[in-house]
C-alpha cells in the first residue's frame, strides 16, 4: 500500500464549478502537506503549503488538512479552463528531507 | 522569487553518448537539491538528493554510475547519464529547497526532455 494514495481521475467539470481534490495517507507523522500543479509538458509549481491541520486559503484555492483522519483536500472555486492540469499533493515528515508525493489528479475545466 | 532554471530543455542524443542536465536556483541559495524523472502520465520518481559538497544520496534502484549528480555549488546542480539508451528517455525535472530546516517547500525547474534514440 503506498503511503500517499491519490484518485488519478481524470476530472473533468464545467468552467464555474468548484473542485475538489483529495489525497489520502497512512503516516501520522507527517506535518507539511503541499499541492502543486503542473501544466503538461512543464515542471511541477508549488500552489499551497500548509503546515500540520487546519485551513489555508489563497484567492480560488482552498487546502485542508485533517490529520485525525489522514485526509487532505484542495478546493477550487469559479473553475477556470487555466486550472486544466494536473494537481499533486506531496507531504512531508519534520527533518525527513525529502516529501512523498501522490500520483496526480488529472483535471480538465470546460468551457 | 525561488525560481529555478534548467538546461537544456529538450536534448535528443544517440544511443550510447551522455548527456548533461543543468539545474539551476536563480534567486535563492539551494542547500537541498533533488532530481526526478517522469514517465507520461506517470507522477514523479525521485532519483536522488544532494546537499551542496556531499555526495547524492541516491533512492534504492537507481544506478549511481548511470546517473551522476553533482552539487558544487549553492545554486547549481547537474545530472549526467553516461551512456545513454532509449530505455533512459524521459522527461527529467529537478528542485530545489533553501533554509537549515527542511520545511517540505520545493521549488520545481521547468524540466528536461531527453530521447535518445
Known amino acids: 500500500q503506498k503511503e500517499v494514495e491519490q484518485d488519478p481521475g481524470p476530472l473533468s467539470v464545467p468552467e464555474g464549478a468548484i473542485v475538489s481534490l483529495n489525497c489520502t495517507y497512512s503516516n501520522s507523522a507527517f506535518q507539511y502537506f503541499m499541492w502543486y500543479r503542473q501544466y503538461s509538458r512543464k515542471g511541477p509549481e508549488l500552489l499551497m503549503y500548509?503546515?500540520?491541520?487546519g485551513n489555508k486559503e489563497d484567492g480560488r484555492f482552498t487546502a485542508q488538512v485533517d490529520k485525525s483522519s489522514k485526509y487532505i483536500s484542495l478546493f477550487i472555486r469559479d473553475s477556470q479552463p487555466s486550472d486544466s492540469a494536473t494537481y499533486l499533493c506531496a507531504m512531508s515528515r519534520a527533518n525527513a528531507g525529502k516529501s512523498t508525493f501522490g500520483d496526480g489528479t488529472t483535471l480538465t475545466v470546460k468551457p | 522569487g525561488a525560481v529555478v532554471s534548467q538546461h537544456p530543455s529538450r536534448v535528443i542524443c544517440k544511443s550510447g553518448t551522455s548527456v548533461k542536465i543543468e539545474c539551476r536556483s536563480l534567486?535563492?541559495?539551494?542547500?537541498?537539491m533533488f532530481w526526478y524523472r517522469q514517465f507520461p502520465k506517470q507522477s514523479l520518481m525521485l532519483m536522488a538528493t544532494?546537499?551542496?559538497?556531499?555526495?547524492?544520496?541516491?533512492e534504492q534502484g537507481v544506478e549511481k554510475d548511470k546517473f551522476l549528480i553533482n552539487h558544487a555549488s549553492l545554486t547549481l546542480s547537474t545530472l549526467t547519464v553516461t551512456s545513454a539508451h532509449p530505455e533512459d528517455s524521459s522527461f527529467y525535472i529537478c528542485?530545489?529547497?533553501?533554509?537549515?530546516?527542511?520545511?517540505?517547500?520545493?521549488?520545481f525547474g521547468p524540466g528536461t526532455r531527453l530521447t535518445v534514440l
Open positions: 534567486d535563492f541559495q539551494a542547500t537541498t
Open positions: 528542485s530545489a529547497s533553501f533554509g537549515t530546516k527542511w520545511s517540505g517547500e520545493q521549488f
Open positions: 500548509t503546515y500540520s491541520s
Open positions: 544532494s546537499n551542496e559538497g556531499s555526495k547524492a544520496t541516491y
